[in-house]
């Protein structure tokens, strides 16, 4: 094998290579996407359930009963 084929194998290998990892790095930025986003789910839950407590204890409250302490 000649040096020019010898260099045109590397480039060869070198473009595959360069593909793959472009794919990987596609994929990994999807699932920090999706990672993304499910913690913007839990954290908007998360407020929601918050207001849901407030909620439950004022009515509470209002019944003469004392609500739970909330960690």
Request: no cysteine.
């Amino acid at each position: 094998m000649g040096i020019k084929e010898r260099i045109a194998g590397e480039i060869m290998l070198y473009r595959e290579n360069n593909a793959r990892l472009k794919i990987e790095i596609s994929e990994l930025e999807a699932k920090v996407d999706t990672k993304k986003q499910e913690f913007l789910n839990v954290e908007s839950d998360m407020e929601e359930s918050d207001s849901i407590f407030e909620i439950l204890a004022d009515r509470q409250r209002r019944m003469g009963i004392e609500p739970p302490e909330r960690d």
